[in-house]
């Protein structure tokens, strides 16, 4: 069974960081690129960042450019994404996603919120 779960959420000050992993099980996840999502309250679904399957390339929202840091460890089938310079308007839930080809994804987990608020 496919399993996704993140973790590292929480509320924090404007200007602060935060770390979030994700946990993978199930599938070879060295085999997958992953992506960031997150959904902030009230809307859709926005892309966030995405790592290939090797790690050696990293995509990322222009939104979080250069903020935000998304890396993969194979090894302990973990992904992560550093979040620098927080901003209120990055206040979302914040998912990992497998990705079966480009632009898809066919698991996620149940989320890890992120509040930045003063």
């Known amino acids: 069974e496919v399993q996704l779960v993140e973790s590292g959420g929480g509320l924090v000050q404007p200007g602060g960081s935060l770390r979030l992993s994700c946990a993978a099980s199930?599938?070879?996840?060295?085999?997958?690129?992953i992506y960031w999502v997150r959904q902030a309250p009230g809307k859709g679904l926005e892309w966030v960042s995405a790592?290939?399957?090797?790690?050696?390339?990293?995509y990322y929202a222009d939104s979080v450019k250069g903020r935000f840091t998304i890396s993969r460890d194979n090894a302990k089938n973990t992904l992560y994404l550093q979040m620098n310079s927080l901003k209120p308007e990055d206040t979302a839930v914040y998912y990992c996603?497998?990705?079966?080809?480009?632009?898809?994804?066919?698991?996620w987990g149940k989320g890890t919120l992120v509040t930045v608020s003063s």
């Open positions: 996603a497998k990705v079966p080809y480009s632009y898809a994804m066919d698991y």
């Open positions: 199930g599938f070879t996840f060295s085999n997958y690129a």
């Open positions: 790592i290939n399957k090797g790690g050696g390339n990293t």
